[in-house]
């Protein structure tokens, strides 16, 4: 724990309010404009599963290609 302290030590109270403000209300920013564009997503990317198994799939198909032939 004291390694932890010693590492914070080179950055300055306003540097680390700074840092505390930023990650929260960048998270805050993400979670909003998520829930505003889901309803988006819901309609324009129905399906997209599929193309995700496909990838799945072909990565699957070329590792066993690999580990059979070789």
Do not use: C, P
Not at 17 to 32: C, N
Not at 35 to 46: F, L, P, T, V
Not at 54 to 63: S, T, V
């Amino acid at each position: 724990m004291s390694n932890l302290v010693e590492k914070l030590r080179m950055f300055s109270s306003g540097q680390l309010q700074f840092a505390l403000f930023f990650v929260i209300s960048f998270t805050a920013i993400i979670v909003w404009v998520y829930r505003m564009d889901s309803k988006g997503h819901k309609i324009h990317y129905a399906g997209t599963y599929k193309i995700l198994i496909g990838f799945i799939l072909a990565i699957i198909a070329l590792f066993m290609i690999k580990v059979f032939v070789h």
